[in-house]
């Protein structure tokens, strides 16, 4: 079992720049791929982008590719998303997610075993 806690949301005005982190309890973070989402309101819980468990492979949703980086660094039990160029419909509450398996459904929020509480990422026009 891993625990999950996101940091770094906040407010921003629009082409700015946030960096959100997921720490990740435990010994295994290395054994899971890792996963970003967000939901805002009124809204159902979107893939934002998706890490394998080495850092080799990324995945992005298209409304965020050329904008946003994920990254980890498994010595940090850790899990980054740069968010550069930010939009309006960017706001959201972003979630970071813990699943066993890379390859197939890295969109889908159904694959995630493992939540973060999130972060709250408001950006101003």
């Known amino acids: 079992q891993v625990q999950l806690v996101e940091s770094g949301g906040g407010l921003v005005q629009a082409g700015g720049s946030l960096r959100l982190s997921c720490a990740a309890s435990g010994r295994t973070f290395s054994s899971y791929a890792m996963g970003w989402f967000r939901q805002a309101p009124g809204k159902e819980r979107e893939f934002v982008a998706a890490i394998s468990r080495s850092g080799y492979n990324t995945y992005y949703a298209d409304s965020v590719k050329g904008r946003f980086t994920i990254s980890r660094d498994n010595a940090k039990n850790t899990v980054y998303l740069q968010m550069n160029s930010l939009k309006p419909e960017d706001t959201a509450v972003y979630y970071c997610?813990?699943?066993?398996?890379?390859?197939?459904?890295?969109?889908?929020?159904?694959?995630?075993?493992?939540w973060g509480q999130g972060t709250q990422v408001t950006v101003s026009s």
């Open positions: 997610a813990a699943r066993s398996n890379w390859g197939s459904r890295n969109y889908d929020l159904r694959a995630y075993d493992y």
